[in-house]
């Protein structure tokens, strides 16, 4: 059973930075996609960044996100990262962490079989 958990979230002031962490667990990941989303109240769950587990560059969201937000893994412990900077009162939403065992990167919501619970992050002014 694929179990994702995500932690890491918090208040942050405006330029500010934040890492969120997902340990994944249940399964070997080696042949999944793996992404990052966010949800902000009131407003529809929007794709942050995805990469393949095993190899290869991630794929990031254009716009206020690009450049300031970078995903990175360390295998040994199953964990998926993803360092935010220059927060931006904005970026206040809920982080969740998502997987699929497909290796093609995907950026919608509805590709991504498995789920964590989400991270809380706000950013004050």
């Known amino acids: 059973q694929v179990q994702l958990v995500e932690s890491g979230g918090g208040l942050v002031q405006a330029g500010g930075s934040l890492r969120l962490s997902c340990v994944a667990s249940g399964r070997d990941f080696s042949a999944y996609s793996m992404a990052w989303f966010r949800q902000a109240p009131g407003k529809e769950r929007e794709f942050v960044c995805s990469?393949?587990?095993?190899?290869?560059?991630?794929?990031y969201a254009d716009g206020s996100m690009e450049g300031r937000f970078t995903i990175s893994r360390d295998n040994t412990k199953n964990t998926v990262f993803l360092q935010m900077s220059s927060l931006k009162p904005e970026d206040t939403a809920v982080y969740y962490c998502a997987a699929v065992p497909r290796p093609t990167r995907p950026i919608r919501v509805v590709d991504y079989e498995f789920w964590g619970q989400g991270t809380q992050v706000t950013v004050s002014q």
């Open positions: 990469f393949l587990w095993s190899r290869g560059p991630a794929y």
